[in-house]
Structures are given as structure tokens and as C-alpha cells.
């Protein structure tokens, strides 16, 4: 399939993009079957990719905008829902704050103590009810599951 080079021929994908950015979550469009949703995925992806090469044209490079299109944070997804195909155009996370772990949490160390942000001590064998350690023959019947079920799957043996 040949995509056109002019983005006139992309206004329906521009649509689509403005008013995933306008809603928090994103939006859905129903497609008729699966062949038109993936028409229409390449379409917006080829949309996104000329407006990266407009933006070389126009800012210089190390701008922020050089390379990049408003819409680069919307991610597209097929799905099938009761029997209908949509396209999801999500947007990606966007945190509402970011904050170094630096100022907000204490420094972990492994020194003893009752100050916060120390590790916790071992726990003794018996000091919990009901936790013991496992056997020599218990521990190998779980390695012997466990290197079963990686084998050949998640497998019950």
C-alpha cells in the first residue's frame, strides 16, 4: 500500500489523535474488521512520521521540538471487544509528579538498630507458628517441579 507524503491526507487521523490528547485516558474508534483497523494504524503511524520530518525542517537540532510530533505520547492498540474491532489510542503514562527518592526516603543500611530505614533482622527458625524450614527432600521435589514446568511449560506434575 502506497501511504500519501502530504498530511492533508491524514486529517482523519489528526482528528482522532487531537481528541485522544484532550481526554485523560485516551479514546476508541470502531473499525469495520480488522484489515481496515490496521489500515488505519499504519496511516496514523505514517501521519506521525511526517510530522517528525516536518519538524527537522522547521526547528534545529538539540530544540526540543526537532524530531518529534504533539503525538508521540499516544500509543495505538487493536482490540477485539464483543466481537467488534476498535482502535485504542491511549495515552502513555504521564506522571503527575516526579520525586527523588533522595529527599522523600531515609538511607537504607544493613547496620542493627531500631532507627528507621535499617533492614530487618533474620527471622530464627520457630519463631514464627506454623513457619519451619523445608526438608532436604522437600526442597529437591520443588526444584524437581520447577525445573519441569520451565521445560515444558507451566505444567502440573
Known amino acids: 500500500m502506497s501511504l500519501s507524503k502530504s498530511r492533508h491526507a491524514y486529517l482523519d487521523c489528526q482528528e482522532v489523535f487531537d481528541r485522544a490528547l484532550e481526554d485523560p485516558k485516551g479514546v476508541r474508534v470502531r473499525m469495520k474488521d480488522m484489515d481496515s483497523a490496521m489500515v488505519f494504524r499504519t496511516r496514523a503511524h505514517y501521519f506521525r512520521k ?9 526547528y534545529e537540532e538539540g530544540e526540543p521540538q526537532y524530531g518529534v510530533s504533539p503525538y508521540d505520547r499516544l500509543v495505538l492498540r ?8 476498535y482502535i485504542y489510542i491511549e495515552q502513555t503514562y504521564i506522571p503527575e509528579e516526579i520525586e527523588s527518592l533522595s529527599f522523600i526516603e531515609p538511607e537504607i543500611t544493613d547496620g542493627g538498630g531500631d532507627h528507621q530505614g535499617s533492614l530487618p533482622e533474620p527471622v530464627e527458625e520457630g519463631s514464627i507458628d506454623g513457619v519451619r524450614d523445608l526438608s532436604e527432600d522437600e526442597r529437591q521435589s520443588g526444584l524437581d517441579q520447577l525445573a519441569v514446568r520451565s521445560s ?5 506434575v
Open 78 to 85: 487493536l482490540r477485539r471487544v464483543e466481537n467488534k474491532i
Open 152 to 156: 515444558k511449560g507451566l505444567r502440573r
Open 50 to 58: 511526517l510530522l517528525r520530518d516536518e519538524s527537522r525542517q522547521v
